[in-house]
């Protein structure tokens, strides 16, 4: 079997993909009075962010529960 061939036959096999979900709300600093908001959703199949600027940190959590309250499967994270 050359070696071309075993490529082949191994690019062919199925290999489990083994990915942890993650379903988060980041909260972090970008610089002074510029805080972000960012929506993670990272599952097998699906990958999608959405992120929203905010002048106080008060106002970007205060998004990010909202967040939360419409799918209690994120979780919020202060970067």
């Known amino acids: 079997m050359s070696r071309e061939d ?3 036959l191994w690019w062919s096999l199925p290999h489990p993909e083994v990915k ?3 379903r988060v ?3 972090h600093k970008i610089s002074t009075n510029h805080y972000e908001c960012k929506k993670v ?3 097998v199949g699906y990958y999608s ?3 929203s600027s905010y002048n106080t940190l008060n106002e970007a ?3 990010a529960r ?3 309250k419409e799918n209690n499967e994120y979780s919020i ?3």
């Open 49 to 51: 962010t959405f992120s």
């Open 61 to 63: 959590l205060d998004f």
């Open 25 to 27: 709300i980041k909260v």
């Open 6 to 8: 075993l490529k082949r």
């Open 20 to 22: 942890e979900e993650m």
């Open 41 to 43: 959703t990272d599952v």
């Open 66 to 68: 909202k967040l939360m």
């Open 77 to 79: 994270v202060l970067h």
